[in-house]
């Protein structure tokens, strides 16, 4: 099937086809031209648009926004509300790394994404302060080097992401996924993880001070040489986690279900 064929000649059989594609599986306009077209009625919703031309064409706002858009070309680019084009440039802006995003930062003005891709790359020394995420995709993500402060990332998913050498103040991590993931030296002070699922996660060395792990589902989790403070576990799923020279300081993991809890 050719989609380019497609999605110029027969709209709406496009729009049907792709609804059967998986969202991580909607790359085929990667890297390609779609330039000087109307797409402004194509359900481009979560395609991976990298490197992908789309100069002088004619879009809608809310789909672009979620779609992965590291090094996309939007030259000259139409929206059917041009209320969406800051979020556009935002999107762009963290795609262009700490020397493009920290510099639009400075004004400290807070930022709010919902729904953008991130998948697949790595965020060092960026300026994450005042910024809100909702739902968005961080799957198979680094994070290295940030200290966000008041950083919202509620209903995410951080799937076989990597959080390392990070301290994160007053962060909420609510209803999120973070199967898999794996924290290094990382501290965390006044935050949620709240109805999260964190199962498989790894945990190194991490400071948790004063954090909500209430309704998360810690199964299988693994915590090492980490320090939990004043935490609450209460109705927290904790079948077989692993807590391993750990420091609990008012902390009680009985609040959860504790069942196969394994602490030395």
Request: glycine content about 4%; overall charge negative; some cysteine.
């Amino acid at each position: 099937m050719s989609w380019i064929n497609l999605i110029t000649n027969d709209l709406n059989n496009f729009n049907s086809q792709i609804k059967q594609i998986s969202p991580k599986d909607r790359t085929m306009f990667r890297g390609e031209k779609l330039i000087g077209m109307d797409l402004s009625r194509a359900d481009l919703k979560y395609c991976d648009l990298t490197e992908t031309n789309l100069s002088n064409s004619q879009v809608t706002g809310y789909d672009l926004s979620t779609c992965r858009l590291e090094g996309t070309v939007l030259e000259n680019i139409s929206f059917d509300d041009e209320r969406w084009r800051d979020s556009i440039v935002e999107i762009q802006l963290m795609w262009g790394g700490k020397e493009k995003w920290n510099v639009a930062r400075k004004s400290d003005v807070p930022i709010v994404m919902v729904e953008a891709d991130f998948s697949s790359t790595r965020f060092h020394e960026i300026d994450f302060d005042n910024t809100t995420f909702s739902s968005c995709n961080f799957n198979g993500t680094l994070f290295s080097g940030s200290n966000p402060e008041y950083s919202s990332w509620n209903a995410s998913d951080f799937s076989g992401s990597v959080f390392w050498d990070m301290i994160f103040f007053s962060a909420s991590f609510e209803r999120v996924k973070l199967i898999d993931s794996r924290w290094e030296r990382v501290a965390i002070r006044n935050g949620s993880f709240e109805e999260s699922n964190l199962v498989n996660s790894f945990f190194h060395k991490v400071q948790f001070d004063n954090i909500l792990f209430n309704k998360a589902d810690c199964q299988n989790v693994t915590f090492k040489e980490c320090k939990l403070s004043k935490c609450q576990f209460f109705s927290t799923n904790l079948f077989e986690a692993n807590f391993i020279d750990c420091e609990l300081i008012d902390s009680v993991l009985e609040d959860g279900d504790a069942e196969g809890v394994t602490v030395h």
